[in-house]
Nanobody, 126 residues
């Protein structure tokens, strides 16, 4: 059984920064792509960023490109999301997810992920 535990959420003013972490256990972490998603109240869960198993490839939603950075440390079984220049519209519950299939790609659809963390709240005040 794969477990994903997120941390690092909180309340921050607009323009501020936060770094989210997600630590995985129960599977060979380094073989699978990882993703960060978010869900705001009344909205569907949406992709934020993904990273391939090696970290060589990344993908970002247009809304966060240039402000957020996804990275991973396979030795620590951890994926990170550095969020800079935060905006009130970034307010959401953020989830990390593990890719369903191993490989060097960056999956962008929810169904391509089979394990999810419990989520961490990020609130950006104006």
């Amino acid at each position: 059984q794969v477990q994903l535990v997120e941390s690092g959420g909180g309340l921050v003013q607009a323009g501020g920064s936060l770094r989210l972490s997600c630590t995985a256990s129960g599977r060979t972490f380094s073989s699978y792509p990882m993703g960060w998603f978010r869900q705001a109240p009344g909205k569907e869960r949406e992709l934020v960023a993904t990273i391939s198993w090696s970290g060589a490839s990344t993908y970002y939603a247009d809304s966060v490109k240039g402000r957020f950075t996804i990275s991973r440390d396979n030795a620590k079984n951890t994926v990170y999301l550095q969020m800079n220049s935060l905006k009130p519209e970034d307010t959401a519950v953020y989830y990390c997810a593990a890719g369903r299939s191993s490989g060097g790609f960056t999956p962008q659809r929810l169904y391509q992920y089979d394990y999810w963390g419990q989520g961490t709240q990020v609130t950006v005040s104006s």
